[in-house]
């Protein structure tokens, strides 16, 4: 039994990469592990300041949700993090959080890493995003075991039915 925990980026919710997610958590569940999925758009994540007053505290000047997430993620065994693409790379929201990363960055190691990642552009056009999420997540010293490509979807649910939904499911169900 494992501790999964889900941050969905998108501010669609049951968009394709929240679809995603919940056939990812759907899979998770049927064999047996424990999952939360934290839709960021819903928790108050404000940008980073840069005032680097973590590197003396170890901990972020902003009382925001952002202490609870990095907790989590802590404790965490597998961490899916999933996106849409905007402009070729991750959206906003997710990279706001990974910035706020900086307090604990060198605690956010260790988690086996899946990757969910749509956009309306064929696999071609998404790679971007996966390099730099997998990238960003081995460098804190996880291992980005699997991304599932929700390509060429666009309008809010298109996801429904393509082979991503099978393949987040088992992907969930073989965490
Ligand atoms: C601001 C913005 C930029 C986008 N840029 C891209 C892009 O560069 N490549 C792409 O394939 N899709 C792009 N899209 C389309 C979304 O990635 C696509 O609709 C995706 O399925 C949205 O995921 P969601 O339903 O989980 O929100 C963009 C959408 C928005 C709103």
């Known amino acids: 039994m494992k501790n999964v925990?889900?941050?969905?980026?998108?501010?669609?919710?049951?968009?394709?990469?929240?679809?995603?997610?919940d056939e990812f958590m759907k899979g998770a569940e049927d064999s047996g592990n424990i999952v939360e999925k934290i839709t960021l758009y819903d928790r108050n994540i404000s940008f980073c300041?840069?005032?680097?007053?973590?590197?003396?505290?170890?901990?972020?000047?902003?009382?925001?949700?952002?202490?609870?997430?990095?907790?989590?993620?802590?404790?965490?065994?597998?961490?899916?993090?999933?996106?849409?693409?905007?402009?070729?790379?991750?959206n906003?929201?997710?990279?706001?959080?990974?910035?706020?990363?900086?307090?604990?960055?060198?605690?956010?190691?260790?988690?086996?890493?899946?990757?969910?990642?749509?956009?309306?552009?064929?696999?071609?056009g998404l790679e971007l995003v996966g390099k730099e999420l997998t990238t960003i997540f081995e460098n804190l010293g996880n291992t980005v075991r699997g991304i599932i490509w929700g390509e060429g979807v666009w309008q809010k649910g298109e996801v429904t039915g393509t082979k991503a939904m099978n393949e987040a499911y088992i992907t969930g169900k073989n965490v």
């Open 5 to 21: 925990l889900i941050l969905s980026s998108s501010p669609r919710k049951q968009g394709n990469s929240d679809i995603l997610c």
């Open 49 to 90: 300041r840069a005032c680097y007053s973590c590197f003396k505290t170890g901990k972020c000047v902003i009382a925001d949700d952002m202490a609870e997430i990095l907790e989590k993620i802590r404790k965490a065994d597998v961490l899916v993090v999933a996106t849409p693409a905007y402009f070729l790379t991750m």
């Open 92 to 124: 906003g929201m997710l990279k706001t959080v990974i910035d706020r990363f900086l307090p604990k960055w060198q605690e956010l190691g260790g988690h086996n890493v899946y990757l969910i990642i749509t956009g309306h552009d064929r696999k071609k």
